[in-house]
């Protein structure tokens, strides 16, 4: 089932009136044009599966938070607001869950660079070996 | 009275990892924890993404490490969905025989460290490790490893069983059948033990499902979900495989479903062995280049031993394009922010345990 963002919370308040009561999962796919998040519904009862896609802007994504309809939604929105930079409307802004530096950009964006320095690895005084030293 | 804030961890030898715990405390009674994990995030899913297929396996065996056949099996099936690559029948039914025993290995290893953290009843966690060597030494003969396995390959396994393997396990089975009935009994009739997880940490029904949480900490409240029967893979079907839940949802009933799944794994490990038919078991051995993806996207999910664990995959050619993991533990270890509350510090420990984390699992 494909939404656009603004019905987000309405659909997923619909979804979990017909029974679905489980929220599997919160991902996002970063297609480098477009970013889709994907919701993974579930009912307990009988086993019913739906996905929630909702197509984003490449640049500053929005998504409606909807953890008042799921706790579940908690911690996977906050991974999903680090790894793919995409703002969580009506939360507050919390510290980073995973990772343990600035996190500006979405690691997991294709824009990403795999193995780019950082800056505070850099030692901050050139180390001068004291045989270097009277090599001079 | 004014509260106080304790740091518990990032290292700690009850938290079996690195998870830190920040607890804000009314006296001793607990208002409010927060987890800070992240400490052994890897980037396991960016790191996929630049591999071939199967270059991934033995890496993500390393995203739990006290169940890594689990995951193995769980990513290389991910693939074979992809690929459109059948399992051989055979394979199927050593598949089971060796992701129950992980099982078994996955929950002694729980039971000694939570009797542990509980009590501090040494011995049963001296046996329970005892008895998970014996187990490990089982797989070992069957797959070549002791902790790290890759011993699933597309369509099969990378080792058949030996001969003589079947007569062996029904031996050690056996044994681990009448050892589980002992811990129990142990257990069960230590007051110390039964005070502590009784009506602790307790999760009603509705909670659980909001709260998204999986495995044997859902079906310890109330909710018969396994994956096993709910969408069963493999040869479940045949085996007469049986859910075990309980209905009290406190730390109590989840030590119940993971003992009961200790007895049903047994039950299932030997009838997997007796219905096992002759034939072939190998799967492709490991190229880098592979067929062609006939999927664009996949999902495939599993019963872990601490719950469940789906993949979704998005192929790219002979690279998989998007790898996301739905992580057990993740799930689980985000309770925390709850279960805890109104109970007091020292409460905190067995509620802990009764979750079953791993560190490594919730990070990736």
Redesign the interface.
Known sequence: MKIKSEELISSVEQKRKEGY?????I?A??YTDRLEA?Y?LRN?DN?KEEEIRVDLPAKNPKLASIMGI???A???ERELSEMFDIEILGRKAKR?????WDGKEG??RKS?V?GKPYKSIEAPVKFVAKWEEGAK | MALTKINIGPVHPSTHGVLRLVATLDGDTVKEIEPH???L?R?V??LVE?RMYMQSPSYMEKIDYVAPLSYDELYVATVEAALGIPVKERAQYVRVVQLELQRIASHLLWLGTAINDIGQLFSVFMWCFKDRDIVLKLLEEATGGRMFYVNMRLGGLNRDLMPGFADRTYKVLDYLKNRVGEYEEYIESNPIFMERMKKLGVMSRE?A????VTGPVLRGSG?D?DIRS??PYYVYEKLHFRSQFETAGDCFARYKVRINEIKESIRLVGEALKKMPEGDALGMPIKLIGPAPKEKEV?VKRELPRG?G?M?M?TDGQRP??L?I?APS??NT?TL??LPNGHRLQDLFPILASIDTVMADV??
């Open positions: 009561t489980y929220l599997v999962k991902t796919v970063d994907i993974f307990l086993g799921f706790m579940a908690d911690w996977y980073l869950l995973l990772e343990k690691p997991l990403f795999w | 994990i992240g400490f995030h980037g899913e960016k630049t909670e499902i909001n709260m998204g909710v979900f709910a969408y999902t469940e789906m979704y998005v394009y998007r996301s739905r993740f799930i985000a922010q709850h990070d990736r």
